[in-house]
């Protein structure tokens, strides 16, 4: 059987379809083949890339990857110990770290040692308290770590606008693999991790409009190291 070239894991949380179609519009620019849309454990395994999209919480996403004695879990931090190329996006990059303050007791992947917390719900700026979730366009901000050069390919121009919506952040415990960050009030959110050929934003490419799709397109151009 033929490996996928990309496969879109489908953690059964959501409709993908908006993620599907941007993934889809991004590889047939780069002429390559469309993805697959897949929660077939030895699908995922066997795929060139991996997107994990975010929509959910937590604990869902935790129940996902422990289901069948772990399977997907396994799957997927074997694919990224080979260096398949990954690109998690949202809940794709909160379930890389250890464990989160929104599902108590519930394990992600542990790929990268850490926690996801909540924002803060006393942020201010200018004088006006700050809604959580964090929602709409912010500008991430591209750092010099050691996952910075396939964030700097993926995110393109400095001064980009990317769409957020969530209430929780990364904080890894390593801040080498932090390769982007968002300014929400005081707060420095982590944006994206990077790390090989890793990539995980807590934006959404898919509600990005151009900017999105050149990062999507970026991903699926990127060799593997």
């Known amino acids: 059987m033929d490996s996928p070239a990309l496969a879109i894991v489908d953690l059964g949380l959501g409709n993908l379809r908006s993620v599907e179609k941007a993934v889809a519009a991004a590889a047939e620019h780069a002429g390559l083949a469309a993805p697959v ?83 803060p719900d006393d942020l201010v700026h200018e004088g006006r308290r700050l809604k959580v979730p964090h929602m709409g366009w912010n500008q991430p901000h591209l750092l010099a770590t050691r996952g910075g050069e396939a964030a700097r390919d993926a995110l393109g121009r400095a001064g980009e606008w990317f769409y957020f919506v969530h209430s929780y952040h990364a904080i890894p415990h390593d801040p080498s693999v932090v390769a982007a960050t968002a300014t929400y009030g005081c707060l420095e959110i982590t944006a994206a991790l990077a790390e090989g050929s890793l990539l995980a934003t807590q934006f959404h490419p898919e509600k990005s409009q151009r900017a999105g799709l050149a990062l999507l397109e970026a991903f699926l151009r990127r060799p593997r190291p």
């Open 37 to 119: 849309v897949t929660h077939d454990v030895d699908v995922i395994a066997r795929a060139a890339r991996i997107v994990v999209p975010g929509q959910g919480a937590f604990r869902d996403g935790a129940a996902a990857l422990a289901k069948d004695g772990g399977a997907l879990g396994q799957a997927l931090r074997a694919s990224i110990a080979r260096g398949t190329p990954y690109l998690g996006i949202c809940l794709g990059l909160q379930l890389l770290l250890d464990e989160s303050e929104e599902a108590p007791g519930a394990r992600g992947l542990g790929v990268f040692a850490g926690s996801v917390v909540r924002i």
